[in-house]
């Protein structure tokens, strides 16, 4: 939309005032996402506001930037606010993606905790708030001890407000099915520990574990089936999906690889007396 509004300019404007009016565009697009201490009563900012990129979150978050790398993270804007002896460290991050985003908010989450229904899916604990909004991570660290959750409320409605994006999961959480299910998380990379499985989700059961892998084609998907049959020598045939087939492995139990269009799904099971294949088949057949 911005070059859109910038290749009109010829005739209006100097190309030189073009480009300033495609930075100055650019920079409110990117300080849309950005936190205020002003969005709730009665705090106020101390120090300066943060901005950091891939090139320098290692400076804020250490060691822990892996973590949002592996999600593609992009930047974030990020604020220190305080109200008396409270602090709250607020931080909203460009994931690229709503399923990047609310695959990070899975991955962070407490899952002997209860979800807050905030954005796509929320957690408040008494010292932290973490919620998926579009393609935006937001999350805020409360200091000192104590129970923070009132205050936390107020700025997960606030900061709410202040992104765009969807409020609704990613569809393919809603493919896996719900009973016995103990986590559900989106896998960056090595789905099942394979790195041909490069990008899915992941959800645990007590018998094992079911994935949806998505490649970018068709003919990508299909490559990435060659080349699993190549990896798994021993396998069978199966009628299902446009391809598919059955193995197992010593690690990972019964396994069934099922291809629909650019997806690859199936289950890893490692108790006995379950079908992978019937249960793979009702997976892929929820995949829109």
């Not at 992941?202 to 990896?231: C, H, I, N």
């Amino acid at each position: 939309m911005m070059w859109g509004r910038l290749s009109t300019c010829g005739g209006l404007l100097t190309r030189l005032s073009c480009l300033v009016l495609f930075c100055l565009l650019a920079a409110t697009q990117a300080q849309a996402a950005a936190p205020s201490c002003n969005m709730a009563p009665g705090w106020t900012q101390a120090g300066e506001a943060r901005y950091y990129t891939a090139d320098n979150l290692f400076e804020y978050m250490d060691g822990n930037s892996e973590g949002y790398f592996s999600y593609n993270f992009q930047n974030m804007h990020g604020v220190t606010c305080k109200k008396g002896d409270n602090t709250f460290v607020i931080d909203i991050s460009d994931m690229g993606d709503s399923d990047n985003a609310y695959g990070w908010f899975s991955d962070t989450r407490d899952l002997r905790q209860p979800e807050y229904p905030v954005g796509m899916g929320g957690q408040i604990v008494p010292r932290r708030l973490i919620f998926a909004k579009g393609k935006y991570y937001i999350e805020i660290a409360a200091e000192p001890e104590g129970d923070h959750t009132p205050d936390l409320k107020l700025w997960a409605a606030a900061l709410a407000k202040s992104v765009e994006g969807s409020t609704t999961p990613p569809a393919a959480f809603s493919w896996f099915p719900k009973e016995k299910q103990q986590s559900l998380k989106l896998a960056p990379e090595s789905v099942l520990g394979l790195r041909l499985l490069k990008r899915g989700y992941v959800a645990q059961y007590d018998y094992g574990k079911a994935f949806v892998v998505f490649e970018d084609t068709p003919d990508s998907a299909a490559a990435v089936m060659q080349k699993l049959r190549e990896r798994f020598v021993d396998n069978t045939p199966a009628k299902l999906g446009d391809e598919a087939f059955q193995t197992t492995d010593k690690y990972l139990g019964h396994l069934c690889f099922i291809r629909k269009g650019q997806y690859i799904a199936g289950y890893s099971i490692t108790v006995d007396g379950m079908d992978p294949a019937a249960l793979s088949a009702a997976l892929v057949a929820k995949i829109r």
